[in-house]
């Protein structure tokens, strides 16, 4: 057993949990959370200003007020019609199923020149969602959508499995650096011809 394995695992387990937290079109880039709109991006961030002060990137902490502000990298997305639908996941096999009766919140298309976007929404309960946004030109020839899942008042959860992860994989690695290093030498070792 060497060194080189240990270092594999590690790795892959670092993979494993740092792939249980991306999300469809979001992902975080130096420190910012990105979300892909075609070949544009456009910045992510939630609040929930009545429990903290922390911002959060895709998963929304708790259940209860939230603002969700999203800002347009590229000025193509500024003049282009952005719209939000945020939907309950209820096992959908396409998004258009049971549109309306899925949609929790919906903030019609409109221009936003300074890129900004913000809509607040009081998540009544915990649960996962899809979050869309749908950017169109005027004329109707260009259109991206950005989709993403998200859970609400899951992230203990997930902060758990992480931790259990992690130290089931740093027990793994403990037990086969004691075993290479103190078990293994104390074996008798056969005579030298």
Do not use: W
Not at 51 to 56: D, T
Not at 123 to 145: C, H, M, P, Q, W
Request: charged share 25%; hydrophobic share 40%.
């Amino acid at each position: 057993m060497n060194i080189r394995f240990l270092v594999v695992a590690a790795m892959a387990t670092f993979g494993v949990t740092s792939e249980a937290y991306a999300h469809g079109g979001v992902s975080i880039d130096q420190g910012q959370c990105i979300m892909k709109i075609g070949p544009d991006t456009m910045t992510f961030t939630g609040y929930q200003p009545l429990k903290s002060r922390e911002q959060f990137c895709d998963d929304i902490p708790d259940a209860g007020p939230t603002i969700i502000v999203l800002d347009a990298q590229q000025d193509e997305l500024r003049d282009m019609n952005l719209e939000i639908r945020i939907l309950r996941n209820v096992g959908q096999k396409d998004d258009s199923e049971n549109l309306e009766a899925n949609t929790e919140i919906y903030v019609a298309p409109k221009k936003y020149k300074t890129g900004t976007l913000n809509f607040e929404y009081n998540f009544a309960k915990n649960g996962n969602f899809i979050g869309l946004v749908k950017a169109r030109s005027d004329d109707g020839t260009k259109e991206y959508v950005s989709r993403f899942p998200f859970a609400v008042g899951q992230t203990a959860s997930k902060d758990l499995l992480t931790g259990l992860v992690l130290g089931a994989a740093g027990l793994v690695a403990f037990g086969l650096y004691y075993k290479h290093a103190f078990i293994d030498k104390k074996k008798p070792q056969p005579p030298k011809a």
